[in-house]
C-alpha cells in the first residue's frame, strides 16, 4: 500500500496485497475487493513520519521488510537512504511471487527476488538497489516460506506493511519467534479475537499512527480520489494504524479525562450492567472506576499506566464467563419494532443498551477498559 514517488530513479513500494483495508462505503473500492485488484502503497512521507520516533531501536541491528519488492518499495529505499544514520548493521527486503520491476505487480512468478544491504556497497554514496545486488530466491518469496522463516531468523526488527487480509497469520509468526516489529493494520484487526489477546497482554500496542487515522494510497484505479481534500489518483483510507511492540514514549501518555460520570449521560448494557457504554473516548469519565466499552479507536491512546484493556465487547466467552446474559426475544422483539434490522438474535450474547430517547441500540465492537 504505498505512494508512487515520481522521481527520476525508481519507485519504491511494497508489493504484497491489502485486502481489508477497502472501505465498505466505497463501491470502486468493493469491486477491486471482488476482483482481487486490491494494491494499495503507502507513501514514503508517513513511513518517515512514523519511524523518526523510533531511531534509537535501529542502532546495530538487522532489519526485514519481507513484503517487499527491493527495487521499487518505500520501506527498502527508507532504510537505504538512513542506513547510516540509524546504525544498521544489516537491511534484508523480500517480495512476493514478483521479478519483474513493477508497481503494481500481479504475483504470477513462481519465484521472487531479495536484497541484503551491509551498508558497504557504494560506501562513498547512496547506493541503488542494482549496485547493491538483488538476487532470486529459490521459492515464491511467501514470508510463511520456510526460506523466508530463515530470513526472518536473522532480524532484529521487522518494517513492513503485511498484507491485511493474512494479518493474523503474519503477526503470530512474528509473535512466534520473538521479533520486534513496526508494521501497518487496520483497526479492525483489535476485534480479531486471535489479535487482541495480544494487546491485552502487553504484546502488541499502537504506534504514533496516521493522522487522524487515515491517510491517501495510490492505486491502479487512478480515478477512486479527484476531488474534495482527496489527492489526484489516490484514495483516502480511514482507520489504519501503525503496531508496534517497541518502547516508545508516546505509549506512557496518560489520557486526559474533562467528563464527570453521571448515569444519565452513561448508561449501563441491558444485558451486562457492570459495563457503561462511553460513546467517544472524549467522554470517558475521569471518575468512574468500573468497566467501561469505548470505541477501538482509543487504543491509539490508551496507555497501561492508566487503564487495564479488560476485554472485547464482541468476545462472547468473556462475556458470559463475566455475567452477561443473552438479549432475549423480548428485546429483539422491540428492536425490530423500532426498526432495528441487524442479524442479532435472542441467542447472541452481544451487547445492547438503551439511549436517551428510548431506542434499543447494538453498537459495534468496542474495548472494555478500566482505570488503573
Not at 439511549?355 to 478500566?370: D, L, N, V
Request: aromatic share 14%; proline share 4%; glycine share 6%.
Amino acid at each position: 500500500m504505498w505512494l508512487q514517488i515520481a522521481a527520476i530513479c525508481l519507485i519504491f513500494v511494497n508489493l504484497q496485497p491489502n485486502i481489508d483495508i477497502l472501505m465498505a462505503n466505497n463501491k470502486r473500492l468493493g469491486k477491486a475487493k471482488t476482483g482481487k485488484n486490491d494494491e494499495f502503497y503507502t507513501q514514503l512521507s508517513d513511513i518517515e513520519n512514523e519511524l523518526r520516533h523510533y531511531k534509537a531501536h535501529f542502532q546495530g541491528k538487522t532489519v526485514l521488510c519481507n513484503c517487499d519488492d527491493p527495487r521499487v518499495s518505500n520501506f527498502t529505499k527508507y532504510f537505504i537512504l538512513n542506513f547510516r544514520a540509524l546504525g544498521l548493521k544489516k537491511l534484508i527486503t523480500t517480495c512476493y511471487k514478483n521479478q519483474d520491476i513493477d508497481l503494481f505487480s500481479t504475483n504470477s512468478c513462481e519465484k521472487a527476488v531479495y536484497m541484503v544491504y551491509t551498508g558497504t556497497e557504494n560506501s562513498n554514496s547512496i547506493p541503488t538497489p542494482e549496485e547493491i545486488g538483488v538476487k532470486e530466491l529459490k521459492g515464491d518469496g511467501d514470508f510463511r516460506s520456510a526460506e523466508c522463516i530463515e530470513l526472518l531468523k536473522e532480524a532484529d526488527i521487522v518494517v513492513t506493511n503485511p498484507p491485511f487480509s493474512l494479518f493474523r497469520e503474519y503477526v503470530a509468526q512474528l509473535i512466534k519467534y520473538d521479533k520486534k516489529f513496526i508494521i501497518i493494520g487496520h483497526q479492525n484487526a483489535i476485534t480479531y479475537k486471535e489479535f487482541y489477546p495480544y494487546l491485552i497482554s502487553g504484546q502488541i500496542w499502537a504506534g504514533y499512527g496516521f493522522n487522524g487515522m487515515a491517510s491517501h494510497f495510490i492505486s491502479k484505479y487512478d480515478d477512486v480520489a479527484v476531488a474534495g481534500n482527496h489527492k489526484e489518483g489516490m484514495i483516502r483510507v480511514s482507520g489504519v494504524m501503525w503496531f508496534t511492540n517497541l518502547e516508545i514514549q508516546k505509549r506512557h501518555e496518560p489520557f486526559i479525562c474533562i467528563r464527570d460520570y453521571n448515569p444519565e449521560d452513561y448508561p449501563t448494557f441491558g444485558n451486562f450492567k457492570k459495563c457503561i457504554f462511553v460513546k467517544e473516548a472524549v467522554n470517558i469519565p475521569s471518575d468512574y472506576n468500573g468497566l467501561m466499552a469505548v470505541p477501538i479507536s482509543f487504543l491509539e491512546k490508551f496507555s497501561p499506566d492508566q487503564f487495564d484493556f479488560v476485554a472485547m465487547t464482541n468476545d462472547s466467552n468473556w462475556l458470559k464467563e463475566n455475567g452477561a446474559t443473552t438479549i432475549g426475544n423480548e428485546i429483539i422483539y422491540k428492536a425490530r419494532s423500532q426498526g432495528n434490522k441487524s442479524h442479532i438474535t435472542a441467542n447472541m450474547y452481544s451487547l445492547y443498551y438503551i439511549s436517551q430517547k428510548g431506542k434499543i441500540e447494538f453498537p459495534y465492537a468496542r474495548m472494555i477498559i478500566k482505570k488503573k
